[in-house]
């Protein structure tokens, strides 16, 4: 019974390069959040997915951020042409009905721009 | 403009000590979470609290939600240095906008034997 899953673990880019995260929510699952957590800012919301829905981008840069979560494989956060103001551990976290029953989170993916 | 404060940002105690954490907001809350984070991983959920006045126990850990459910405490009997960590507070609004969570900015807890 694994829980969420997130990787890579780490992920090192260079300025301008494009950064794929990818997590497996828990099984049964058909919730996923995705949110960033920067030193001292606590966790920020970026988006909420269903299969093939985004519900709720509010949280998400404009510009050179995505999200999707096809009706097949993980749930993917995508930043291109990434800055070093991208670094940070993005976290993913699943639920089996919205957030009132808690969310369950992943080991997080710590990105890091050089 | 943070809608959940946390309070005491750090606290560094003694093992055995007890410890109150808060969680405040002007807005109100459906429901509000505890969530303990170690360095390197993800969150893990402590505990759901739903209805105003409610208090939960979890061993050591007394979880309480105000009346009017804009508010939480975390309160620690006798701590031990298992428990050090970053303990976050999360709400969900009453308007559930989709099911997020809004996190406070955590309470780094240090427990020294």
């Known amino acids: 019974n694994a829980g969420v899953m997130q990787n890579p673990r780490h992920l090192v880019r260079r300025r301008g390069q494009e950064a794929r995260l990818r997590c497996s929510p828990m099984k049964g699952h058909s919730h996923v959040y995705w949110y960033r957590q920067l030193p001292e800012e606590g966790l920020k919301f970026m988006v909420y997915l269903q299969k093939e829905n985004i519900i709720d981008e509010s949280g998400m840069p404009k510009e050179r951020f995505s999200a999707e979560f096809p009706k097949e494989g993980p749930s993917i956060l995508r930043i291109q042409q990434v800055v070093r103001g991208d670094s940070a551990a993005y976290f993913c976290a699943s639920s089996l009905q919205g957030s009132q029953g808690g969310y369950t989170f992943g080991s997080g993916t710590r990105l890091t721009v050089v | ?113």
Not at chain 2, 11 to 19: A, H
Not at chain 2, 41 to 46: A, K, Y
Not at chain 2, 95 to 104: D, R, T, V, W
């Open chain 2, 1 to 113: 403009t943070q809608l959940l404060e946390q309070s005491p940002q750090f606290l560094s105690i003694q093992e055995g000590e007890n410890l109150t954490v808060y969680c405040n907001s002007s807005s109100v809350f459906s429901s509000l979470q505890w969530y303990r984070q170690e360095p390197g991983e993800g969150p893990v959920l402590l505990v759901t609290v739903v209805t105003g006045g409610e208090v939960k126990k979890l061993k050591r850990l007394t979880f309480q939600f105000g009346d009017a459910r804009k508010d939480s405490s975390l309160h620690i009997t006798a701590a031990q240095p298992g428990d050090t960590g970053l303990y976050l507070c999360a709400g969900s609004m009453i308007y559930n906008q989709g099911g997020k969570l809004i996190f406070g900015q955590g309470t780094e807890l240090s427990v020294k034997p």
